[in-house]
C-alpha cells in the first residue's frame, strides 16, 4: 500500500507512548496500515500544512485552538489516551465539525476498583497496620487486634460518583451484599436502580455509609466539594476511599478527620504528584497510602491501544467510535482533572 492511500494518524500520545499502549505485534500491524507522524503537543503545530491536511487521526490529547483546527482539515477523532477529558480545546467547534472525541478511560475502571477493595478490607480490618505491628514486634494476638474492626460484608457503602470507576467498584462490592448508596448529579435515578443502588444525596451518602468510595471526576462545579463539614458528618471509624482525583476534596480538611481518629482514609491520588518527601501525610496513622498506582498495569494500558485499534478500523469504515467512550458536548468543557504526568 502506496503512502499517499493509507490514513494519516498523529501520534502525541505523552504521557503514554505508543509502546506502552500498543504490544509489539499490533504496533506492528498499526505502522503497516496507517502513516504515523510521532510528534509532541508542542511541536504539532509547527508541522507542514500538508501533513496536518492529511491528518485524519489523532493519538493523544495535544491543546488545538481555532486556528490549529481549521489547518487540521480532515481530523475524523481524536483519541485521548491520557484517560482525562482535558478542557483544552474549543469543543463547541470540534462538534461543529462532526469531529469525535473520544478517551480510553474505561480501561482503568477495574484494576482500581479491585485496588479500592483492597483498600476497604485493609481499613476495615486493619491489614496493614497489623503487619506493620507484626514486623516491629508489638502485634496483638487474636481478639486483641480487633478492637476497631468491621466487616464489609453487609456494610452501607456509598460511592461519590456512577462513571466507568463507580460502576466497576458496585461490581467487585457485589460478593459482600452491600446496602448501596450512590450520589450522581448527572445520572437519572434510573441508571443507579438498574444497579441495584439507591439513588442518595450526597448528605446520606455521607452520614449513613460505613465505607465512602469517591470515584467522581474533577467538574467546573465539584472541586474541593467534600470538606471538613463532611468529613465530620460521617459515622465515627468510617472509612472513606479516594479512587479519582484529589482536587474533588480539601486534602487539609481530610487529613484533620483522620488525625482525630474520626474516620480512617486512603488515597492513590494526592494534590501534587510526586507527593513532597516531607508531606505530613506520609506519618499520618490512620492514611493508607497509594502512589497514583491503581490503574497503572500493563494490561489496562495494552487494552487502550486495542481499544484505539479497534476503534479506528471501524472510523475506517464510515462508522463511529464504540469501545472508547465518546464525550458529550454538555460536559465536557466542564471537565477539571488535572493532566496525568507520570505512567
Known amino acids: 500500500m502506496q503512502d499517499v492511500e493509507r490514513p494519516l494518524v498523529l501520534c502525541c500520545p505523552l504521557p503514554r507512548t505508543l509502546e506502552l499502549i500498543f504490544t509489539p505485534a499490533r504496533l506492528d500491524d498499526l505502522r503497516a496500515r496507517y502513516r504515523l507522524v510521532e510528534t509532541t503537543d508542542e511541536a504539532l503545530p509547527g508541522l507542514d500544512d500538508a501533513v496536518l491536511g492529511a491528518a485524519r487521526y489523532i493519538i493523544g490529547q495535544p491543546p488545538l485552538d481555532a486556528g490549529l483546527l481549521a489547518r487540521l482539515t480532515s481530523l475524523r477523532c481524536i483519541f485521548n489516551v491520557e484517560s482525562n477529558l482535558i478542557n483544552n480545546m474549543p469543543y463547541d467547534l470540534v462538534f461543529s465539525r462532526g469531529i469525535h472525541v473520544v478517551t480510553t478511560g474505561a480501561v482503568f475502571a477495574e484494576p482500581v476498583a479491585e485496588i479500592g477493595l483492597g483498600f476497604a478490607l485493609s481499613l476495615l480490618r486493619n491489614i496493614h497496620g497489623a503487619d506493620a505491628d507484626f514486623r516491629a514486634g508489638r502485634e496483638a494476638w487474636g481478639g486483641a487486634g480487633n478492637d476497631r474492626a468491621r466487616l464489609l460484608s453487609g456494610a452501607e457503602v456509598g460511592i461519590i460518583g456512577f462513571g466507568d470507576l463507580g460502576q466497576a467498584v458496585a461490581r467487585v462490592l457485589q ?18 436502580l438498574d444497579a441495584g443502588a ?112 479497534q476503534d479506528l478500523a471501524l472510523l475506517e469504515k464510515g462508522l463511529p467510535p464504540n469501545l472508547c467512550k465518546r464525550a458529550e458536548r454538555e460536559t465536557v468543557a466542564r471537565m477539571r482533572s488535572r493532566p496525568v504526568t507520570m505512567n
Open 175 to 192: 460478593g459482600f451484599r452491600p446496602r448501596l448508596r450512590i450520589h450522581d448529579p448527572w445520572l437519572p435515578d434510573a441508571r443507579i
Open 198 to 309: 439507591a439513588p442518595a444525596t450526597l448528605d446520606s451518602v455521607m452520614t449513613q455509609s460505613d465505607v465512602v468510595f469517591v470515584t467522581a471526576a474533577v467538574t467546573s462545579e465539584n472541586r474541593g466539594f467534600l470538606g471538613a463539614d463532611a468529613f465530620g458528618a460521617m459515622r465515627k471509624g468510617a472509612a472513606f476511599i479516594l479512587l479519582s482525583r484529589a482536587d474533588v476534596v480539601e486534602f487539609p480538611a481530610l487529613m484533620a478527620a483522620v488525625a482525630s481518629g474520626h474516620i480512617r482514609a486512603a488515597s492513590d491520588v494526592f494534590p501534587e504528584e510526586p507527593l513532597a518527601a516531607d508531606h505530613p501525610v506520609r506519618s499520618l496513622p490512620g492514611f493508607l497510602l497509594s502512589a497514583h498506582r491503581a490503574g497503572a498495569l500493563d494490561v489496562a494500558f495494552q487494552r487502550m491501544g486495542e481499544m484505539v485499534w
